[in-house]
Nanobody, 112 residues
């Protein structure tokens, strides 16, 4: 199973970005898909996850929205009202059959 993420980049504070992550390979069903992020010098942290219900980090509630297209095995993260503290490498995550998979990471930089 491979996860291919895209959509990162440089954006000004207050701007928006949309991340996408498509899973490919031998897939029958996906238990959960989501996003983590890791800023320089910090531990990787959960941003949002979708597993029937959705869960968000407190720091992104009301600004970020996670969604899934199960037919395409794809998860999206719409990020609005971005702040400099959202700057990080964002990693796509999926859990299939009890195994965790990670994408390669996509850089999101929020700066003026």
């Amino acid at each position: 199973v491979q996860l291919q993420a895209s959509g990162g980049g440089l954006v000004q504070p207050g701007g928006s970005l949309r991340l996408s992550c498509a899973a490919s390979g031998s897939i029958f069903s996906i238990n959960a898909m989501g996003w983590y992020r890791q800023a320089p010098g910090k531990q990787r942290e959960l941003v949002a996850i979708s597993s029937g219900s959705t869960r968000y980090a407190d720091s992104v509630k009301g600004r970020f929205t996670i969604s899934r297209d199960n037919a395409k095995n794809t998860v999206y993260l719409q990020m609005n009202s971005l702040k400099p503290e959202d700057t990080a490498v964002y990693y796509c995550y999926a859990n299939l059959y009890g195994t965790n998979y990670w994408g390669q990471g996509t850089q999101v930089t929020v700066s003026s």
